[in-house]
């Protein structure tokens, strides 16, 4: 990975930690990871909290070595050769969830957008019993909303909201 790649990729994560921690879907507890390019070893932080994470604290993690909190990241690598970020949080809607993603920006809007997704069912569900859609039509909307410029734009909106 050059050094260009590396930095941008270092800062993406912290962002992407920032964000995560002012949208108030973390605690202290929470983790990112980020696959090296190589694949054989992952990008990770420290036992602290997102919100106090820099950008020199990063380190590289092969896949077999113990590291507290790494063992959920490892083993989704090594099962999912076509992930390329995890974020484990502990949001308050969907706690008991992790988000799987093709980068850090990715993993980070996908878990505002899960969170989010959460806190309208369980307010639907205080009107009356939802109507689900079929997962068909479901996956049809999700590809066609979910696009890589989709990402982009959540993440800057996002990232201009952490530079207030």
């Given amino acids: 990975m050059s050094d260009e790649t590396y930095n941008a990729v270092k800062r993406d994560f912290i962002t992407a930690l920032r ?33 106090l994470v ?3 604290e990063l380190f590289f ?14 083993a989704i690598y090594k099962a999912r050769a076509d992930v390329k970020a995890v974020f ?27 969170e989010e997704s959460a806190r309208l069912q369980s307010e639907a569900m205080q009107i009356g019993t939802p109507i689900f859609m079929e997962r068909d039509e479901a996956e ?3 590809k066609r909303t ?14 201009a909201k952490r530079a207030e």
């Fill in 88 to 114: 484990h949080f502990h949001s308050p809607a969907v706690v008991l969830l992790s988000v799987v993603g093709q980068s850090i920006r990715e993993v980070c809007m996908l878990g505002l957008f899960l």
């Fill in 19 to 51: 964000i995560i921690y002012r949208e108030g879907l973390s605690d202290a507890f929470a983790h990112l990871s980020a696959r090296s390019n190589d694949g054989n070893e992952m990008l990770f932080m420290p036992r602290k909290s997102p919100a």
């Fill in 140 to 142: 049809k909307i999700a």
């Fill in 146 to 159: 979910f696009k890589p410029t989709s990402t982009e734009r959540a993440w800057d909106h996002c990232a």
């Fill in 54 to 56: 820099q950008r020199d």
């Fill in 61 to 74: 993690v092969d896949f077999d070595k113990a590291v507290p909190q790494s063992s959920l990241h490892q």
